[in-house]
């Protein structure tokens, strides 16, 4: 770990790690035996730490796997994903929401939504956590800053 990087506790890489999986906080704390609002306050914890606002969930997961704390076991077929649902899962993967994804890519908020369902379609999940996690997985993702373009 360096310096500037700030270190994630056990528990917060727990919940990290079921947001790569797809699982809601509700799913994540019956499967660890604690408290839904206690997730949540973990996971806020967790990305005031690394600096992170916004969208928390997915900049976590992206976060997680770009500094060690989870690892791609699961390797899977490179999808083929156009320049862009890569710029819209790049967004994602830094935490952006639908507006500032839309503020970024000079498209409207409701074309940035639909760009996303494309994305989950595409990768065959259901939430955009997942869908970092599957593109780490995929190696579309990599630790050199984003997309492995």
Known sequence: MTGEQAALTRRAVEIIAGYACGLSA???AERLGIRERTVHTH???ASKRAGIAGARQAALVEY???HGYLVAGQVRPRPSLTPRLEEVLDCAAR???HRATAAELGIRPKTARNH????HR???VHTTARAVAVAWEAGLRTTEGGADR
């Open 26 to 28: 509700a799913q994540i």
């Open 43 to 45: 996971t806020y914890v």
């Open 64 to 66: 997680a796997y770009q």
């Open 95 to 97: 935490g952006l929401g």
């Open 116 to 119: 996303r369902d494309r994305l």
């Open 122 to 124: 595409a990768l065959g």
